[in-house]
């Protein structure tokens, strides 16, 4: 590597802004914000809106669209459109 052309990569921490969850891992972002990590550190803190702890996906709360039912249902509301 070319020393003094790559970002800082230094400890962060995340966390989800809607559960709360906390997780220190490391990355090039900068944040005025800190923490008190358990290990006696103090580390720069980011917000983030979405992590594995709140993503429907990953917490097992997604749902399925049912699109051809959406779509026979508005054909029955309002008729089909012939060509």
Do not use: C
């Not at 020393?3 to 891992?25: E, K, N, S």
């Not at 990355?27 to 720069?44: L, M, Q």
């Not at 709140?54 to 917490?59: L, Q």
């Amino acid at each position: 590597m070319k020393p003094g052309i790559h970002p800082d990569y230094h400890p962060v921490v995340f966390q989800d802004a809607t559960t709360g969850t906390t997780f220190l891992t490391r990355s090039t972002t900068r944040s005025d914000r800190t923490i008190d990590w358990p290990d006696g550190n103090t580390y720069p803190l980011i917000v983030a809106d979405v992590t594995n702890a709140s993503h429907p996906y990953w917490t097992g709360t997604a749902r399925l669209l049912d699109t051809a039912g959406r779509v026979e249902k508005f054909e029955r509301k309002y008729g089909r459109r012939r060509p």
